[in-house]
């Protein structure tokens, strides 16, 4: 069998990881929740909670990937006891994988789109309706849509072909330190602004009475979900990366730096929104129009917005295209395990299969959009969002979880030991009882949670 490709350095490992976790929920997602639920006191429930959900299940998931050397498609052949069925699972790690991207690659295109939009000025000089308006037209024009869908794809899937070191590594490097210099530049630009101080504080100081108004219980498990849901766990999109890496480090550490990396873009995310909402009037809770909406009028009134709103968007493309790489090169490893295809085949492949897939979400916002599956103002990417987000992300964490810590699967000693190779930080050893009994306990509760809000509230 012809060697697995290996990272050519730490620091690959961890900004790739990272990468792949940081997308569109830390800087899109996790700021508007946080308005929602009232600023500082939920970011703290945040952080409590990807503490105690997301890094445990993300050490199982890296431990998986080095101890078998596979992705997703092949590691539960490799490592489960004879005679047991978790191998199953690996169907639905990569229908997690595929679904994803058929949504997740329109969103990439809307984040490219409205750089070239910020850049050329098509919102300079607009009201307000008609910003607004920009993002209708466009969601109704399945030409433009589809365009800039393809590009996102091409573009992923022309770094994913270079290879591993070479392609992924080296190029998704260079995106994540520009990214993260990006975000510190907007950062200073925002807290600059007048009035700026209202939104640092509606941000940054715990508010339980403004969390209790909106709501308690939801809060609470608004925070868990985020947590949980913005590592992308539970469909071995992470695990991949650990089958890339060598044994000199032990995984919680590593873990621990990616999470800390991932929390990083959200909170600055934070710090570059809420500070120019609050400079400008404008309401910080909305949803997609956050984004789509309420900034590009905040770039219009600020003096140099066309710059800034064409650097807000080169990140948020980044964001994007830095999940989109990770979640591909997983997407084509499981053609190589499965079917010992080349790199270039599994590439042209999946390339075309997935601009077919992709389809769908975009057409569902407008040739297709009396197709409503969860009512009125639905659409195909609720419905593609919802049997990741809701079904395969928790149910495929349990089975990682399950597959670590039960004598029926893996196991917990051989967990351990896989965890705990190299230097660094250990798993905590006391953390057995809790992560055998507690912690599933917890994902199925998410898991029971999300339909409870999408069909009982």
Known sequence: MKEREKFSSRLGFILISAGCAIGIGNVWRFPYITGQYGGAAFVLLYLLFLIILGLPIMVMEFAVGRASRRSAAKSFHVLEPKGTRWHLYSYGAMLGNYLLMMFYTTVGGWMLAYFFKMADGTFTGLEPDAVGNVFGEMLQS?????????????????????????????????????????????CIKSLTLPNAVEGLRFYLLPDFERLKQNGLAQGIYAAMGQAFFTLSLGIGALAIFGSYIDKNRRLTGEAIQIAVLDTFVALMAGLIIFPACFSFGVDQSQGVGLVFVTLPNVFNQMAGGRFWGALFFIFMTFAALSTIIAVFENILSFAMDLWGWSRKKAVIINGIALLLLSMPCV????????????????????????????????????????????????????????????????????SRAYVTYVLPLIVILIFIMGYYDKFFK
């Open 142 to 186: 399945p030409g433009e849509m589809t365009f800039w869908m393809v590009v996102v794809t091409v573009l992923g899937f022309g770094i994913c072909s270079m290879g591993l070191q070479k392609g992924v590594e080296r190029i998704t490097k260079v995106m994540m330190v520009c990214l993260l210099s990006i975000m510190v530049v907007l």
């Open 363 to 430: 057409l569902g916002f407008n040739v297709w959009s009396g197709f409503q599956p969860f009512g009125a103002g639905s659409n195909i990417q609720d419905l593609e969002d919802f049997i990741i987000s809701n079904n395969l992300l928790p149910l495929g964490s349990l089975v990682y979880l399950l597959f670590c810590v039960s004598r029926y699967g893996w196991g917990w000693d051989k967990f351990i030991k896989e965890a705990d190779t190299g230097e660094g930080i250990r798993f905590p050893k006391w």
